[in-house]
């Protein structure tokens, strides 16, 4: 099994917004999609909507630690 690779947070922001722009471009085929593939879209996008709020977590986390000075 391979290992995770680090986190690197130095691209979370261009990983968040990269992240909403694919959600929105899987709604936009999500209103044509029918069956298995719009239960794939939704499945999807239920874990792009989990990643978001990890993304924004990690980032206000870090924003956080800069203000403290531990960054």
């Known amino acids: 099994m391979p290992r995770p690779l680090p986190n690197d947070s130095a ?3 261009e990983r968040l917004k990269k992240t909403i ?3 929105e471009a899987a709604n ?3 209103k044509t999609a ?3 593939e719009l239960a794939s879209i939704k499945e999807k996008n239920q874990h792009r ?3 978001i709020a990890g ?3 990690e980032i206000h986390q ?3 630690s800069k203000i403290n000075g531990y960054i």
Do not use: H, T, V
Request: no cysteine; net charge negative; charged share 50%.
């Open 11 to 13: 691209d979370n922001e």
């Open 21 to 23: 722009s694919n959600m």
């Open 28 to 30: 936009e085929a999500a």
């Open 34 to 36: 029918e069956g298995s």
């Open 49 to 51: 909507k989990e990643a």
């Open 55 to 57: 993304l924004e977590e």
């Open 62 to 64: 870090e924003n956080k």
